[in-house]
């Protein structure tokens, strides 16, 4: 008799939760970050400045129905739903039904993952193919049907494609198969896959040639530390990160299973290698430079199948439960911030008050199709993604640092003497002033009843020089 491919209970467990999170998404106002991904997918490259183009891509397909948050949303949701399924499927393969179904709900009730379903971003992309390609490897590696060597291949190349840390991945797998699979390096599938992998990369690489490698040099500048020196803040503060990754009770699960376990099988040391690899590597990064959670997080796609077959094997029952409880309560947390944290910190902050800020900015000009001015990237993003209608230039002229408008700016020859700004960072005004003569200076002040206030200010600007 075959068995079906996904237990009842688990397209139970994934349907609740992706339909609570599609609602959920509806009444969470868009992300700066967003509105710039989105502002990606109006303009289709093989790349952008900040990273490659893949979620861009996605952002597309999903938003042919419409441009509502919603809709931007819809990657995120699909793109931890997907990455459950590959949990699900590599643990059952690895173990069986009952450990597949314990590593998705440890999945599902996680604060990252439940963030995750809740913001569109590189990682949500991520998350789909680098989750796809674990799987594929392992039955590239374990058993003997050639499709998943390819398959693999295609999964890493569209990691790559997604975001520039996948590059770790790929030598991970590399490594693995150098170490304990030597056999396959005389396997001519083994290397159609690495070329296949890469040529999926190739437009990024293309689009990098054309525009002076900005991308890749920005990405290594932002991810590493221009000297060597160790700072043991930065280790710490990572530490804790890896533990709030995993949520506290999930942690010391996956310790006392590590030291109690003394052998594995080889599939199961083929997920401590993965999640182990990625660990060490930003735990060495940590020494000299502060790590952000999201660049680690994909080791959680090969550590929580890890966990959840021993959690079934050692029957730690009480463990788990004690531990999903823990963990389903700062999800809890996170998704209502209101309940629970003062104004000064609610996350919500970084999410509220643009659209009303554009809206006051709209009653500013009286509707004048003039060019605009913003400070950063993110300003210039939820800008554009409010004002559709809006024709002229909206430039990141006073942005701190280069950005996708920057090379749009470049390419189309923007140019232009007078502006109206619109900026959120008032610490930066005193260089503004550098540049342009500042009149008719405005203030708006979002209040909101969740988070603390934000302040936006509105002013017409003669550039003084336009280089």
Known sequence: MQTSLFSKNFLILLFAVSFFNVIYNFFIPIHPDEAYYWHWAQKLEFGYFDHPPFVAYLIRLFTLIGDHVVFIRMVAVFSVAASSIFIYLLTKKISDEKSALIASVIYLSLPVAQTSFSITTPDSALLIFWSGAVYFAYLALFETDKKNIYLAGIFLGLALASKLTAILLVGIVGLYILLKKKELLTSIHTWLAFVLCFSLFGGVVYWNYQHEWVSFTYQYAH????????????????????????????????????LKKREYSEAEKFLLFMTGFIFLFFAY???FKKMALNWYAPALLSLIPFVAIYINRFNLKKLFISSLLVSIALSFVIKFPDIFVPKSINPKYHFVGYKEAVDAFKEYTKGEDAPICSDYYSTTAVLNYFMPEHKSAISSIFSTRPNMYTVWEKEESVEFKNCFGFIERDEIKENIRQKCEIKNEKEFIYKSIEAKDKKFIFFECALKSQK
């Open 285 to 287: 990064k940590a020494l």
């Open 223 to 258: 991810g590493s530390s221009k000297d060597f020196g160790i700072t043991l803040k930065y280790l710490q503060e990572y530490i804790l990160g890896v533990v709030f990754l995993i949520t506290p009770l999930f942690f010391v699960t996956a310790i006392y299973i590590i």
